[in-house]
C-alpha cells in the first residue's frame, strides 16, 4: 500500500466496528431461528404484521431492508405455509394488506423468546443506563445519516 494513501484504521473505525457488531447480532440470530424453520427476514416479516397488521409487500420490503421482489416470494412461501393471509382484492390502490394467522403468531411467539434471548445476550455486558445511552447514540447516527448530517 501507498504510504500516500491514507484509509480507514480499522480497530478505531466506528463505522467498522458497527458492521462487525451488526454481523455478530445477525450470526446469533440465524442461530436460533433456524432450528425454528425462520430467517431473520421471515422473522422480522412476522414481527412487524404483529405490530402493523394489514402492511403492504412495499411496507415490508422497507421494514425488513429487502427488494420488493425478495419480500413478494417470502409472503407466497408464508401464505402457502398458512402464517399469512392476504386480501385477494385491494381495499385502496393496489396494496394487498397482509395479515397474521394463528399459525403464525403462534411461530412469532416461539421466535420472539429465541430472538429477545440473543439481546439479551448482547446486552448483558452493558448497565440500563449504558443500554439507554447506547439507544440513543445509535438512533442519533440512524437520524443523522438518513437527513444528510442536517441537524434535527
Known amino acids: ?83 399469512v393471509t392476504r386480501a385477494t382484492e385491494a381495499p385502496v390502490g393496489k396494496a394487498l394488506p397482509t395479515t397474521l394467522t394463528p399459525r403464525g403468531r403462534r411461530s412469532l411467539a416461539t421466535a420472539t423468546v429465541a430472538v429477545r434471548a440473543v439481546e439479551m445476550r448482547m446486552l448483558s455486558g452493558l448497565t440500563e443506563d449504558e443500554q439507554t445511552t447506547a439507544f440513543k447514540i445509535l438512533h442519533t447516527m440512524t437520524h443523522s445519516l438518513r437527513n444528510d448530517g442536517k441537524s434535527a
Open 1 to 83: 500500500m501507498s504510504q500516500d494513501h491514507v484509509g480507514i484504521d480499522l480497530e478505531t473505525s466506528l463505522g467498522y466496528l458497527l458492521k462487525e457488531a451488526a454481523s455478530a447480532l445477525r450470526a446469533a440470530m440465524e442461530t436460533v431461528l433456524r432450528p425454528l424453520g425462520m430467517t431473520i427476514t421471515h422473522y422480522a416479516c412476522l414481527e412487524l404484521l404483529e405490530q402493523r397488521p394489514g402492511l403492504s409487500n412495499s411496507d415490508l420490503a422497507r421494514g425488513t431492508f429487502v427488494t420488493r421482489q425478495s419480500m413478494n416470494v417470502l409472503l407466497q412461501a408464508l401464505e402457502r405455509d398458512g402464517y
